[in-house]
């Protein structure tokens, strides 16, 4: 099955600093997407990138679709007590006959924000 | 707009009792998907349906049903629950099967088989 590697697995940070995780798969996804998961709540979206070289700005949040079309990464600056949670790196593959509908998920990035 | 919507919240579960976790969207989406959330493992998909009267195995579909029961719904059972099945479900939903129509989540389900 499809492999989406997501890194790192957890981080540990002070207030303020800036924060980057990113995601690489094995194969050409034509969308990227990110999300993010307070406790106890399902992931919202972050952000969607549909093009290669696209980068993408919400906020304190960046986050750029790779040119190779294999890869992606989110950027966080200046990170508040608000930032903690899981994010997650999530890909549509550009061969839709095989996974026609489907996602794949990264395993997530355990965000933590000391004050 | 209550987005997705997805009852129980909590559910306690002794082993071989079966059950049914109940999704609703009313964003008019085509797509909805099931998916387990466990430490560590990120989000799996167990079952999807790419549109109504459609239902797909994903990557964790044994000891799972689904149901589409029309646009708005789509279920997931459990014949007979297993202590492997506790974990956190979560359903989602997209407008499209197209590639620029992002998943849209609800706030899970979380299951404990004893």
């Known amino acids: 099955g499809q492999q989406l590697n997501q890194s790192p697995q957890s981080m540990f940070i002070q207030e303020g600093e800036d924060v980057s995780m990113n995601c690489t798969s094995s194969s050409i996804f034509n969308t990227w997407l990110w999300y993010k998961q307070d406790p106890g709540e399902g992931p919202v979206l972050l952000i969607a990138l549909y093009k290669a070289g696209e980068l993408t700005s919400n906020g304190r949040l960046t986050a750029q679709f790779g040119i190779t079309r294999k890869d992606s990464f989110l950027n966080i600056s200046a990170s508040i007590p608000s930032d903690v949670g899981i994010y997650f790196c999530?890909?549509?593959?550009?061969?839709?006959?095989?996974?026609?509908?489907?996602?794949?998920f990264g395993r997530g990035t355990q965000l933590t924000v000391w004050p | 707009n209550a987005g997705v919507t997805q009852t129980p919240k909590f559910q306690v579960l002794k082993t071989g009792q079966s059950m049914t976790l109940q999704c609703a969207q009313d964003m008019n989406h085509n797509s909805m998907y099931w998916y387990r959330q466990d430490p560590g493992m990120g989000l799996r998909l167990i079952y999807y349906?790419?549109?109504?009267?459609?239902?797909d195995k994903g990557e964790v579909p044994n000891g799972y049903n689904v149901s589409r029961l029309n646009k708005r719904e789509f279920s997931l059972r459990l014949e007979s629950a297993a202590p492997s099945q506790t974990s956190v479900y979560f359903c989602?939903?997209?407008?499209?099967?197209?590639?620029?129509?992002?998943?849209?989540f609800g706030n899970g389900t979380r299951l404990t088989v004893t």
């Open positions: 999530a890909g549509q593959p550009a061969d839709r006959g095989s996974t026609l509908g489907r996602l794949y």
């Open positions: 989602a939903s997209r407008f499209l099967t197209g590639y620029n129509s992002p998943l849209h």
């Open positions: 349906s790419a549109s109504e009267g459609t239902t």
